[in-house]
């Protein structure tokens, strides 16, 4: 993917970001070994050739995360026989019992779009202060099962283009169509209770989105500085956020008096799952930037840092037409540990002092955050869905972008 992405480079520098403002000057001594080309300013103002003075930039970035949930087995062909009236034993399971769906039937994981933005200052002995931010879109993974099973035998009494999930301690709000199976072509009321038992379709979204700032102090090396490579240490804030929901949505459908399936929010349940993880702490690090030929430079940067997690577990089951809802919210804290590490090509064009493009690879190591491990509480009236410790979690992936020295 990655690949396809730097071929489309030049594609998105329209609208992408590269800073680097320590080898702004190296555009200075480029500008000195031979480069007769004139001076060309931006209608913003002249660049100052020192190399000094505010920077910023945008950058679109193209990363893959981990997608931190569990295996849980939520839905089944078939549905209970709650009153009797098709067994003649209340409580029957009736239906092959199937799996038809589980919180990791979402397809493949994918990249997800989004930019980076950046506000920095350099000073004339090479220092440089800057603030970022980024942001990874929402990115939607679904899946679902509904009255069409795989398996094509859905029994004579075609129980298994129902659909049940064990959800129980539920009031009589929730308890579903009235009519939604006919015994010997009569309707037969009452005999399925509860939305998520005899069920016509069901689905499931796993929605997932990041967002990061950094305020960053970098500090030439003494003594390690060349003409054509220097080093540099790294120190600053960090704010990194992860926002993960996931939602399951049931529908279930009444029979009228004419033998019509009827729809109703009533009818219907969604449950919700929301885990926020905002981490705050600070990071020290070192870079390392070469000169190479062609106005080109290379830069290595990798930080480290403790962060403070701020955990915020929020479940709840709401009816369709949002009569009625049962809730719970959960806070927790966690230390995270964090890495990443940036590689980064700049090309500074003589012919445009003062601008950068930038292209590159960035990971992100976070360890012991929290994810989903079992997204349903399928307990109405306690819900308690199951969390746990993720050991490594991983974003990384391509940015492209465009920067420049005012």
């Known amino acids: 993917m ?3 992405v730097f071929r489309l480079t030049w594609v998105f520098l329209a609208c992408a970001l ?9 555009s200075q001594d480029w500008a000195s070994q031979g480069n007769d ?3 060309v300013y931006l209608p913003t103002g002249p660049y100052n050739h020192d190399g000094s003075g505010f920077y910023s930039g945008v950058e679109f970035i193209f990363m893959k995360q981990t997608r931190a949930i569990g295996t849980q087995n939520i839905a089944f062909n078939g549905l209970v026989d709650s ?61 679902g099962a509904s009255f069409a099973p ?26 579903g169509a009235p009519n939604r199976i006919t015994i010997g072509g009569a309707a037969a009321p009452g005999a399925i209770n509860g939305i998520w038992n005899g069920a016509t379709n069901m689905t499931i979204d796993f929605n997932q989105q990041f967002d990061n700032w950094d305020v960053t102090a970098r500090v ?6 060349t003409e054509l490579a220097r080093t540099y240490a ?4 960090r704010f990194s956020w992860f926002f993960e929901r ?23 349940a969604r449950y919700t799952n929301t885990l926020s993880q905002r981490m705050y702490g600070v990071f020290l690090g070192s870079g390392h930037e070469i000169y190479l030929p062609g106005g080109v430079a290379a830069n290595l940067e990798l930080t480290a840092a403790p962060l403070v997690a701020i955990v915020k577990e929020k479940a709840k089951y709401v009816r369709g037409d949002d009569f009625n809802q049962a809730k719970r919210t959960n806070f927790d804290s966690k230390l995270v540990l964090n890495g990443t590490a940036a590689l980064n090509f700049t090309w500074y064009p003589s012919f445009m002092p003062g601008m950068m493009m930038r292209a590159g690879y960035t990971g992100n190591l976070f360890m012991n955050t929290v994810y989903m491990d079992e997204p349903v509480g399928f307990n109405f009236g306690s819900i308690d869905p199951a969390y746990s410790k993720k050991l490594f979690r991983i974003i990384h992936g391509c940015n492209f972008g465009i920067g420049y020295v005012w």
Not at 150 to 175: E, H, K, M, Y
Request: with cysteine; aromatic share 14%.
């Open 83 to 143: 009153a009797g009236a098709i067994t003649g034993t209340p409580g029957t399971f009736v239906g092959s019992g199937t799996l038809a769906l589980a919180s990791n039937h979402l397809g493949r994981t994918s990249y997800q779009p989004g930019y980076r933005l950046e506000l920095g200052y350099r000073t004339p002995e090479g220092m440089r202060y800057s603030v970022s931010w980024l942001h990874l879109n929402n990115h939607r993974y679904s899946g």
């Open 18 to 26: 590269g800073f680097s403002a320590t080898s702004t000057s190296f």
């Open 234 to 237: 790294m120190a600053g804030g």
């Open 150 to 175: 795989a398996n094509p035998f859905v029994g004579a009494n075609l129980a298994d283009t129902f659909l049940f999930s064990p959800v129980f301690n539920f009031g009589p709000n929730f308890a």
């Open 37 to 39: 080309e004139g001076d």
């Open 220 to 225: 030439p090396i003494v003594g390690m500085d």
């Open 2 to 4: 990655c690949k396809l």
């Open 246 to 268: 996931f939602n399951w949505r049931t529908e279930s459908f009444n029979i009228d008096t004419a033998g019509n399936l009827t729809g109703s929010g009533a009818f219907n």
